[in-house]
T-cell receptor
Framework: GENVEQHPSTLSVQEGDSAVIKCTYS??????FPWYKQELGKGPQLIID?????GEKKDQRIAVTLNKTAKHFSLHITETQPEDSAVYFC????????????FGTGTRLLVSP | DAGVTQSPTHLIKTRGQQVTLRCSPK?????VSWYQQALGQGPQFIFQ???????QRGNFPDRFSGHQFPNYSSELNVNALLLGDSALYLC????????????????FGPGTRLLVL
């Protein structure tokens, strides 16, 4: 079955720095890749997603890149702020049919003032 | 517009007992998926309901069962609870476009934290 690996498991940056989280997936049929942010005591919140027909997508300080040949995708956060501190999860699924999201193991991001 | 709601927020049970968790999807959504998130792990897919039928199932034993009601809300039932069932149970809803199901974003609720003693 599908397997998604995520690195690093923890990431500490200074406020204003950039943060990059990387994921690889195993199922070549996967073509939908969302990223979720989970704060303590809350459910995951979608922050950005990308589909296989594009290589990059940007939303203000957040961007995601996708390399289907290498089967990896990355989350980029620029100008980090303390409120960006949370656990981030990547996920993968096939876009058509009934979707089953397969999640990575998560990255704990800590942004220090 | 209310998002995905789940009840209860917390629950404590003992081994061998049965538990029922509830989920109301986001307004306009007709599909509900359930995930189990152990401490420090990513969510694991349990199953998905659409039109009151289980459409997909992950690698979970038959002790895990579910139901979807005509109003699209859903229940997750776990029988014969084990210590290892302690986790955050997440419900996610999505909306199937007419015809082909394409590009559906899943929106998560806050979860129910289950502790099995």
């Amino acid at each position: 079955g599908e397997n998604v690996e995520q690195h690093p498991s923890t990431l500490s940056v200074q406020e204003g720095d950039s943060a990059v989280i990387k994921c690889t997936y195993s199922d070549s049929a996967s073509n939908y890749f969302p990223w979720y942010k989970q704060e303590l005591g809350k459910g995951p919140q979608l922050i950005i997603d990308i589909r296989s027909n594009v290589g990059e997508k940007k939303d203000q300080r957040i961007a995601v890149t996708l390399n289907k040949t290498a089967k990896h995708f990355s989350l980029h956060i620029t100008e980090t702020q303390p409120e960006d501190s949370a656990v981030y999860f990547c996920a993968a699924s096939r876009e058509t049919g009934f979707q089953k999201l397969v999640f990575g193991t998560g990255t704990r991001l800590l942004v220090s003032p | 517009d209310a998002g995905v709601t789940q009840s209860p927020t917390h629950l404590i049970k003992t081994r061998g007992q049965q538990v029922t968790l509830r989920c109301s999807p986001k307004s306009g959504h007709d599909t509900v998926s359930w995930y189990q998130q152990a401490l420090g792990q990513g969510p694991q897919f349990i199953f998905q309901y659409y039109e009151e039928e289980e459409r997909q199932r992950g690698n979970f034993p038959d002790r895990f069962s579910g139901h979807q009601f005509p109003n699209y809300s859903s229940e997750l039932n776990v029988n014969a609870l084990l210590l290892g069932d302690s986790a955050l149970y997440l419900c996610a809803s999505s909306h199937g476009t007419s015809g082909r199901r394409v590009g559906e974003t899943q929106y998560f609720g806050p979860g129910t934290r289950l502790l099995v003693l």
